[in-house]
């Protein structure tokens, strides 16, 4: 099993939509999750930090649950610029360390 | 802040070359770098862990007399692919930790190497 598993997509939603993706991580020792934007043939851009409480920002909201070991991310009002691979890393717990990348989920906003 | 370069953003090199690529933090002293390598339609997976001063920590398969890291300064890591070989055609991508407290990563650009 991988240490951390998300559906690769491709999502297609119109411009507007509500779409969420979940990710699953299989590490309970995991300490610190986050979401990255990939962008084609780019390198990964943060976008999120993800905590117990959950996070917001704008139009993006993340979520973990810690009993089911999984990560949401909502993106509401989808833009055609939100277009991109959304991808789940887990960090997990001690000195070293290691970030640990999903596969990436790819979102196609339609106009 | 927290920039991070790459230099080549493009190889193109012949079977058998050696392959050197820098990673630098701009505007901050990285006491811990990373570096990934992402085949087409698959995740990044870390290949090594580098920390300035000390030999890198490589990750179960990655070949450390293969893949040369070295991280003489707070603001520079270096990777260089021995003797490259088709397969190690690849995106390669390093990536920055300002502190052993911060857990935010800092990717730089990446580096398109295709080993004819």
């Known amino acids: 099993r991988k240490e951390v598993e998300q559906d690769p997509g491709p999502f297609n939603v119109p411009e507007g939509a509500t779409v969420a993706f979940n990710c699953t991580y299989s590490n309970s020792a995991s300490q610190s999750f986050f979401w990255y934007r990939q962008d084609c043939r780019k390198e990964p851009k943060l976008l999120m930090s993800?905590?117990?409480s959950g996070n917001e920002d704008g139009r993006f909201t993340a979520q973990l649950n810690r009993a089911s070991q999984y990560i949401s991310l909502l993106i509401r009002d989808s833009k055609l610029s939100d277009s991109a691979t959304y991808l789940c890393?887990?960090?997990?717990?001690?000195?070293?360390?290691?970030?640990?990348f999903g596969i990436g989920t790819k979102l196609q906003v339609i106009p | 802040g927290a920039v991070v370069s790459q230099h080549p953003s493009w190889v193109i090199c012949k079977s058998g070359t050696s392959v050197k690529i820098e990673c630098r933090s701009l505007?901050?002293?990285?006491?811990?770098m990373f570096w990934y390598r992402q085949f087409p339609k698959q995740s990044l997976m870390l290949m090594a862990t580098s920390n300035e001063g000390s030999k890198a920590t490589y990750e179960q398969g990655v070949e450390k007399d293969k893949f040369l890291i070295n991280h003489a300064s707070l603001t520079l890591s270096t990777l260089t692919v021995t003797s490259a070989h088709p397969e190690d055609s690849s995106f390669y991508i390093c990536?920055?930790?300002?502190?052993?407290?911060?857990?935010?990563?800092?990717f730089g650009p990446g580096t398109r190497l295709l080993v004819l």
């Open positions: 993800v905590y117990s």
């Open positions: 505007d901050f002293q990285a006491t811990t």
């Open positions: 890393t887990s960090m997990n717990s001690g000195g070293y360390q290691k970030v640990t």
């Open positions: 990536s920055a930790r300002i502190t052993s407290g911060e857990q935010t990563q800092y």
